[in-house]
């Protein structure tokens, strides 16, 4: 009889060893699981209301089982509790707060009460595994895994990794790419979280990620950093860009990556199921970048507009198709290499559009300074655009123009002052009718325009403008369906930007009494830190 103990004894401990090998989890999880089934079968025996505790001896397999009884002053629960006096008798050492525990004998398990013991077994092995699982591949976000696919589902790929098991989403599978099981893939994991059938883990083959780690596998001088992949833009399974930087002049960042004959950009390729891949160098001047950004296709001229990260590409005409790409793809690619809005004109097109811009200005000198036409295409054509520049320009700005002397320079310059000054009378009635606040005049850099402006969008009072932030006013670019969208802010068309705008509300919570003009002053301390440090730094060791 005692060598059957012994070999039951021995077997359980084989059973937690092996259990704990094949999930890749501590034995010390699974011989915890065991005891707790143990416990409960103890529990359904003795009955519930005792608190037992079982113990499996790691070293020999024993089980021990006790009922713990807590020492109080007066017992209401004799099966959980046990007097202090009582207590003593045991134990002279026994205090108040303490537990008792009171040996049992052992139990016998029954067909239910093994079954139930295997459940609770196996759902404590299952957790110790997720979250082991868990713990593995949370630092693995941004890594490519190999793994076998094990089962489709619903178009979803579910891929055993061999020490876990994850998920290829259908919108994250390449189009027209399909797999069987026992197939092997490779994916980049975007994602890895608790969920509650245990962590999952999220793998992408269109992720943007995936193709600069792929070139990193493939061109040793990304892998050493010599190289930097800048941004990449996709449009899985058809094109992408791709902007690379070479850290060592001496290095072609784009050669290094297209490799002898094309072999290491083939190999990615090969990969995407032949995705063609633009492999363009990155350069710090925005406009060269969006010009490389657009290849193939030629530029022949650009515009930036910084504050709006807007640029307008003028193309020959017989260049537009190629720069817009087939249904946009080209230029909505390079739009997200970039990170800028690309409008593409053709010459023809943007000199149509400077023309029209030309006889508007024309038009608005004519009517607004009461001159001729010549005189006020004379005016466009130099570049005047606003009837302020004319009022406010450098007298003999105007006087160099041919055909104009000092005084009718002095003439214009009255006339655009006294245009201004009735228009600005006529704002400062519809600024009243709006109900804007005069203190709002006082906010340097607000023009009569602008309060008009701001009480046409319900911006009143000082408290108003003060609760504005910079984008209300100059509109900032959102993504829309991967697509670079300017919303408008309120005062658009006057010329205001970001650092402008900044101020105004900064001005406006000023004088609101939100904060002081101590909070908006650097701090002494940290300058004098960083003065410090600065000195420091600058020290010969």
């Not at 017992?75 to 040996?103: H, M």
């Not at 067909?111 to 196996?122: F, M, T």
């Not at 036409?373 to 004379?378: G, I, R």
Request: hydrophobic residues 40%; glycine residues 6%.
């Amino acid at each position: 009889m005692v060598e059957a103990v012994s070999a039951n004894r021995l077997e359980l401990l084989q059973i937690a060893d092996a259990v704990a090998r094949e999930k890749s989890i501590d034995k010390s999880v699974v011989i915890t699981a065991m005891e707790d089934a143990i416990q409960r079968a103890a529990r359904s025996r003795y009955g519930s209301e005792n608190e037992i505790k079982a113990e499996i001896n790691p070293a020999t397999g024993e089980i021990s089982l006790a009922r713990l009884l807590e020492v109080v002053e007066t017992v209401e629960n004799e099966a959980t509790e046990i007097s202090l006096d009582e207590a003593k008798a045991r134990n002279p050492a026994a205090q108040t707060g303490d537990f008792i525990a009171e040996p049992l004998p052992p139990i016998d398990f029954g067909r239910i009460a093994a079954q139930n013991a295997k459940q609770v077994i196996v759902q404590k092995v299952r957790d110790a595994e997720r979250e082991r699982q868990y713990e593995e591949y949370k630092d693995r976000i941004t890594e490519i895994v190999h793994g076998v696919v094990k089962r489709i589902e619903y178009g979803n790929v579910i891929v055993d990794l061999g020490r876990g098991e994850a998920i290829v989403k259908r919108d994250e599978c390449l189009p027209r790419e399909s797999f069987r099981p026992g197939d092997r893939i490779r994916a980049y994991i975007y994602d890895v979280r608790r969920e509650q059938r245990g962590p999952q883990i999220f793998l992408s083959r269109t992720h943007p990620e995936f193709m600069a780690k792929l070139f990193a596998q493939e061109v040793p001088e990304i892998y050493d950093g010599i190289i930097e992949i800048v941004s990449v833009a996709r449009d899985p399974g058809s094109r992408a860009k791709i902007a690379v930087l070479s850290k060592d002049s001496s290095i072609d960042p784009v050669g290094a990556c297209v490799g002898m004959r094309g072999s290491r950009v083939q190999a990615v390729v090969g990969e995407l199921q032949g995705e063609k891949i633009d492999i363009i160098q990155w350069s710090p001047d925005a406009a060269t970048f969006i010009v490389n950004g657009l290849a193939p296709a030629e530029v022949a001229k650009v515009v930036l507009d910084e504050d709006a990260e807007r640029i307008e590409v003028v193309v020959p005409d017989e260049q537009l198709s190629l720069a817009i790409g087939r249904r946009g793809q080209n230029v909505r690619l390079a739009s997200q290499l970039t990170g800028w809005v690309i409008d593409i004109l053709t010459e023809e097109e943007e000199s149509n559009r400077r023309q029209a811009e030309f006889l508007q200005r024309s038009e608005m000198f004519q009517e607004a300074l009461d001159v001729d036409e010549m005189m006020s295409q004379l005016l466009a054509s130099e570049g005047f655009s606003s009837i302020d520049e004319v009022a406010y320009v450098d007298l003999g700005e105007i006087a160099e123009i041919d055909g104009f002397d000092e005084d009718t320079a002095q003439e214009l310059q009255t006339r655009a002052v006294e245009f201004l000054e009735k228009r600005n009378v006529e704002l400062d009635e519809r600024r009243r009718e709006l109900g804007v606040a005069d203190e709002l005049a006082a906010v340097p850099g607000l023009s009569m325009a602008m309060l008009v402006a701001l009480g046409e969008n319900d911006v009143k009072t000082m408290e108003d403008l003060a609760g504005c932030a910079t984008d209300d006013l100059t509109g900032w670019v959102e993504k829309v369906d991967g697509e670079s969208v300017r919303q408008e802010g309120i005062l658009d068309g006057h010329d205001v930007g970001a650092a402008e705008a900044e101020a105004m509300i900064m001005a406006a919570r000023v004088a609101a009494g939100w904060i002081t003009e101590e909070d908006l002053a650097p701090e002494p301390e940290k300058e004098e830190q960083l003065e410090g440090e600065t000195a420091d730094a600058a020290e010969p060791e």
